[in-house]
């Protein structure tokens, strides 16, 4: 079905609610132009923190806001919860899971990415990623659990107590670094204080990363100082180490077997099927290739932003998969079609680096703004001042904000909370 | 297995961590007595709030704590997460899921009750109660998938559309007004401001009670005055009505038959399997029917309080099954035992009315305290109060009173999250 209030001329479609999607409808109503966003969620999520919801850090309110509450001041934009499943481009139309259609004049794809299996897909039952709150609710759920699990086993079970409690992350990005500095942290902590019969030194927690240094993306001295800190808090970090094979419990790293209760995966990217959808190329990771002004090459009303798209920079540079990137892209799309709009060409996207940044545990951080470079404490100052400013709600920063004082002067994880099919596993 | 902790002289053994369980194992803990404290989940849940949860008003994090950590300085007082499945008397054992057993010299049974459906199990399903975080989880998501689902409908679907929107509470007790104006609330202020199609006029809440009168707990002026608040809302209250049958999408109510797409069943109590697990007498709804000291009539080492229990207070009166009792009757408990250790008989039981009270949406509650009776924005004012000073933890008192004082200004949910199996539904 069609809906009823778009009769006439179609609107700008946005498929995907993430930081690109948001902000080419927040330029696209700032504007008045008729706009359409369609999400399979009902929230955006600030991805950035979810590993603090994995480890129990942060609620998922704190980090996510209902998709309409944000856009409600922009009457020319309405909001679709629905699942895409294809685009007919001769149409001009959206197909949705529902089996109505949604029409288009313009359309933006920002539909994100997930991790990347290296061709092993069947590894993602065994590590799954963090891309979901429903991911890290579940992560949240497996690490808590081990922890009780290793808790209730007697004295002469010590080593299948150090197998329940070894955590392995692979892939050492951002998200990579951050959590497992985050699951070291909750095991020393949280559980030295609360579980009797576990003390820091049955906790092990392991980094693996297929390159030679962490944060490829930071220059290394900061890539150095990030692989200190993650050694003060007692992670193992592994470079130039493969995965070899995954299975329930085990982990082949390189010719090293581990036993592992929980592994992690936050390595790779897989684009969402948007270049199936659009019949367009697509890099290695599925994303689709975009030509100067992220538009298709031969269609230039589709444009593709964000982790979905294969862009590259004015200098030739690829665009890289980051928040600020993704903004950048979804801001300057909408701006392409306002301009087409009014008549103009599209100007060409050019990428404006923010900086990179990334915090290990409590205090301690590794930031590169181009100009600065900072590590330890001042870095992690910036780091929280970015971050809460970013944050989608104005009550959202204050909750967080709250959240990580009372974190810092007390050591407490506030959000340890066992939840989700938890009937059948007790 | 039996932990090896616990050779020796066998502990106190409490089952569950509610309100009678902790307030036991903090009397205990108090006294230095080794106690062990049995839970299927990892968390004690703040109840009477659960309900915000469920219509987005707060986050679980906000209403729950980590047994654990509640539980933290009390050096004699484990804790184990594990679900019961059985008592042997003789063995003075305790059956663990897990395969395990905990030996006890004396037991606590705590285990709480969920609904019942008047010899209709089947219901359950069609109609769920809220009890744990993962039912309020549950019921968050159908109340926002529904608006969602609503608002795409097209005009020509109007009576579909009415459908969609119609929300039935089965239950006139507090958490049956609670929820029905939690409903009402969220429907007409969140949902008219952001969904575009759905006008309070759509919404429909239906509040269904078998007696004449709501809140029996209450004396009847302020059952009017509740009856009175939640008509302001909009919500239509049917009292001396009966369910009679319950299908998918569907409600009979006396011989009239609702298309609702959310039934929530807010009535009836079955208490947990305590009563076949110790082989003990229990009244109709499935309690045990316990001796003046709170123990079973043959075995005064033998527990069962809070809502497991069929308590009578000493001039006879059946003890009501709301959290200030159950915290009596749990601290009662534990003072009996030490007693008894001391060579004391057991005092018995007396319950002390601390009152009663329900709150209808924004600003609006009734309050019985005996010595006085509220309703209207005192009332509220005071439940606030109440229900921040119980909560468990400071932190969580903070949270949640910034989240009101929050939600008030600004008419806002903060937690509208739709979450859990949400990749196999849209």
């Known amino acids: 079905m069609a809906h009823a209030r778009l009769s006439g001329t179609a609107p700008v479609v946005i498929i995907g609610a993430g930081f690109a999607g948001l902000a080419a409808a927040r330029a696209l109503g ?78 933006i794809v920002a539909s994100g990415a997930r991790h990347g299996y290296f061709r092993n897909p069947g590894w993602a039952t065994h ?37 329940h409690l070894t955590f392995v992350v692979v892939g050492g990005g951002p998200t990579g670094v951050e959590l497992a500095g985050a699951i070291a942290e909750l095991a020393r902590h949280t559980a030295e204080r609360e579980f009797p019969h576990i003390t820091r030194n049955c906790v092990r927690v392991v980094l693996v990363d297929s390159g ?26 592994r470079l130039q180490a493969r995965v070899t094979a995954l299975e329930p419990g085990r982990i082949m790293i390189g010719n090293d077997s581990l036993v592992a209760c929980v592994t992690i ?14 019949g367009a190329a697509a890099d290695s990771s599925g994303r689709v290739i975009v030509g100067p002004a992220l538009s298709l090459p031969d269609d230039p009303a589709i444009f593709v932003v964000g982790d979905t798209a294969a862009a590259a920079n004015s200098e030739g540079a690829p665009v890289p998969g980051v928040a600020t990137a993704a903004k950048q892209m979804g801001h300057h799309a909408a701006l392409a079609i306002l301009a087409h709009q009014q008549g103009r060409p599209a100007p060409p996207f050019r990428y404006r680096r923010r900086g990179s940044m990334a915090t290990i ?32 709600g104005f009550r ?29 596993m007790t």
């Open 30 to 107: 700032a504007a008045g132009v008729a706009t359409v966003v369609i999400d399979k969620q009902n929230h955006h999520l600030f991805q950035p923190l979810l590993y603090q919801v994995a480890t129990a850090g942060l609620s998922a309110a704190d980090i996510a806001a209902p998709i309409r509450s944000i856009l409600r001041d922009l009457p020319s934009v309405s909001v679709l919860m629905d699942q895409v499943v294809g685009i007919d481009r001769t149409a001009r139309s959206v197909q949705l899971a529902s089996g109505g259609t949604q029409c288009f004049s313009q359309l």
């Open 127 to 163: 590590a799954p990623g963090i891309k979901t709150i429903d991911d890290a609710i579940r992560l949240r759920r497996d690490l808590l659990l081990a922890l009780e699990k290793a808790e209730t086993m007697r004295a002469e079970q010590r080593e299948t107590r150090a197998e």
């Open 212 to 237: 030679d240094r962490l944060l490829k993306a930071l220059p290394p001295a900061l890539s150095a100082a990030a692989a200190r800190a993650l050694a003060s808090l007692g992670v193992e970090v």
């Open 265 to 278: 995966w936050a390595a790779g990217v897989a684009a969402s099927p948007a270049a199936q959808w659009l």
């Open 361 to 392: 545990g409590r205090s301690r951080a590794v930031a590169d703004l181009g100009w600065l470079r900072l590590s330890g404490q001042p870095a992690w100052l910036l780091w929280c001042t970015v971050h809460l400013w970013f944050l989608a």
């Open 396 to 424: 959202n920063r204050l909750v967080v904000g709250a959240n990580w004082l009372w974190r810092y002067l007390t050591f407490e994880s506030s959000a340890r909370l066992i939840t989700q099919h938890g009937d059948d």
